[in-house]
Nanobody
């Protein structure tokens, strides 16, 4: 059974930091591309950051470049999103995604974790 379990969300003041974690089980973690998406109320789910399986290169949405950092620990089957200098517009539900680089039909999502940036 495949599971992606996010944690680390919460309420933070503008300018603060949070670190999200997503622990995977039931998949060959190291061959998966891993991403964080977010969805604000009334908006579409958008890609925030991605770390690919081969080489570990990363890419980010323009809105988070220089503030967010995605990383992965294959031994722990965990992907992280370090979020610094948070802004109210970062408020959203954040979702972890894992996509198999060999069998592309294997595309899994976590349940989401709420991040609220407010004073």
């Amino acid at each position: 059974q495949v599971q992606l379990v996010e944690s680390g969300g919460g309420l933070v003041q503008p300018g603060g930091s949070l670190r999200l974690s997503c622990v995977a089980s039931g998949i060959a973690f190291s061959r998966y591309d891993l991403s964080w998406y977010r969805q604000a109320p009334g908006k579409e789910r958008d890609l925030v950051a991605q770390v690919i399986s081969a080489g570990g290169s990363t890419n980010y949405a323009d809105s988070v470049k220089g503030r967010f950092t995605i990383s992965r620990d294959n031994a722990k089957k965990t992907v992280y999103l370090q979020m610094n200098s948070l802004k109210p517009e970062d408020t959203a539900v954040y979702y972890c995604n894992a996509k198999d680089t060999i069998f592309r039909v294997n595309d899994f999502w976590g349940q989401g974790t709420q991040v609220t940036v407010s004073s």
